[in-house]
């Protein structure tokens, strides 16, 4: 149906239809450049592709549809939602637009210019009134995980309500029980929005769907990384069914996802590969990827090399860990137990934060990985700082490694393509020299 014939929709709630065409168009014709042109995609992206064609139409119908039924719509920019109790409620939870310059000159009007490029991507889709998912959530979920954001919300709930969430920097057992509170308010919230009590059995429903999205998730992340000389989907594909998982509904999501992955078993028996056996194989680790942001894995995937796998938000950090609910019989249980899933997520804004240095050598060790690109978004202290223990580990390990830090821009793709190459021509020329060594 596209985005024209919602419009009378779109004009309700706000936003600037005109403008929003526009970013439309520009988006679409992106994608079908980026990704409709890879070859021997496999079949299961039609259903992606048709997704990203409603994606500011028919999606925002069904969302608002629930709002409609006094469920809940809550937007995000951050993985510590528990979006468990959000679609126990019925509800939507979904990332919001963040990804693209095109707003940001806008957003400098109020924020400062140096901070990073996603927390003022989303601040100007407000101002401009250009995401209909912004403009759909009752209210926007705001977390205190980088100073940039923390005050970001005071600035933008001047524009949209926001609920803010204190996530700890630290996981000492004190950390642990505010975040545990936090949890329980949260759903005090999300009750005051639908104006009724949220039961236990359906928050346990809630858990229910989104462990099986994160199932899936991680059955295309084997599938996708873990055979070394089979690439059944390009990287480029992969991580735009992760980014998809953000908006769309989640059981039509998971079924999506399984039948895809079904597809990928079969390519994988029948060694269909989209990249040629000896492809250097490459995780990113850093920041999140929302979209429109592909430039790093199109860089990547049209010098020569795949990216099996993104140790990042919009990635293995978001689906790695289930909540159990296994003998879970009250309220503050569930609330013990969604914060122990949380609390595993190895953000950067945690001190210390050794986890993530263990799990990204797992990953490389696992997948056997050539090499990984350690991708920071400009400003973004935490992931630049933490570079340091990171890289510096990875070079203990003998692990090859390249630090990118980028904005939105289009300006340095020439200059991020031309690294990418010269690292995989090193990484190319460790290979033969392994190979003649006989190691
Ligand atoms: S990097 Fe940290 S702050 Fe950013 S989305 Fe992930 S968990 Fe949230
Ligand atoms: S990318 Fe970094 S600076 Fe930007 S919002 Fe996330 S944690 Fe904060």
Not at 5 to 14: D, N, T, W, Y
Not at 20 to 33: D, F, I, T
Request: net charge negative; proline share 5%; hydrophobic share 40%.
């Amino acid at each position: 149906m596209g985005v024209e014939a919602h419009k009378p929709l779109l004009e309700s709630i706000g936003v600037d239809v005109e403008r929003h065409a526009k970013m439309m168009g520009m988006g679409l014709g992106a994608y079908q450049n980026l990704f409709m042109s890879q070859e021997n995609r496999p079949k299961g992206m039609a259903y992606f592709d048709w997704f990203v064609s409603e994606i500011q139409g028919e999606r925002i119908a069904e969302i608002n549809a629930l709002r409609a039924q006094k469920k809940p719509a809550v937007g995000t920019f951050c993985i510590f939602v528990p979006e468990e109790i959000v679609t126990g409620a019925g509800g939507a939870c979904y990332g919001l637009c963040g990804g693209s310059a095109a707003t940001i000159a806008d957003a400098e009007t109020e924020l400062p210019r140096n901070i990073c490029p996603l927390i003022k991507s989303a601040h100007g889709f407000k101002l401009q009134r250009t995401c209909a998912y912004t403009q759909s959530s009752d209210f926007i979920y705001g977390e205190t995980t980088c100073e940039a954001k923390k005050k970001g919300w005071e600035i933008l709930n001047k524009h949209h309500p926001v609920h803010v969430m204190n996530i700890p920097h630290m996981k000492r057992d004190k950390d642990l029980a505010l975040w545990q509170e936090e949890i329980k308010e949260f759903k005090e919230h999300i009750e005051e929005v639908t104006g009724e009590p949220l039961s236990l059995d359906a928050m346990k429903e809630g858990v229910r769907i989104i462990n099986a999205k994160r199932a899936a998730l991680q059955r295309l992340d084997a599938l996708r990384g873990m055979h070394p000389d089979i690439m059944p989907i390009s990287g480029k594909d992969a991580l735009f069914i992760t980014q998809m998982g953000f908006l769309d509904d989640p059981k039509r999501y998971t079924q999506k996802v399984n039948t895809l992955c079904d597809e990928l078993e079969e390519r994988i028996a029948q060694k269909t590969s989209v990249f040629p056996a000896n492809t250097p194989r490459l995780i990113v680790l850093g920041t999140p990827f929302a979209p429109p942001n592909w430039k790093l894995h199109h860089a990547v995937e049209t010098t020569g090399g795949v990216i099996i796998n993104e140790e990042s938000c919009i990635g293995h950090r978001y689906f790695k860990d289930n909540v159990d609910i296994d003998g879970v019989e009250n309220e503050e249980a569930l609330y013990k137990a969604l914060m122990e899933r949380y609390s595993k997520i190895d953000c950067a804004c945690f001190t210390p934060n050794e986890g993530r240095i263990e799990k990204i050598l797992n990953m490389v060790k696992e997948r056997q990985a050539d090499g990984v690109i350690y991708y920071t978004l400009s400003f973004c202290h935490t992931y630049n700082v933490e570079s340091k223990l990171v890289l510096d580990a990875m070079e203990e390990a003998g692990i090859p490694a390249l630090a990118i830090e980028s904005d939105y821009s289009p300006e340095d793709a020439g200059q991020i393509k031309t690294r990418v190459e010269a690292f995989l021509e090193s990484i190319a020329f460790s290979q033969k020299a392994r190979a003649f060594k006989g190691l």
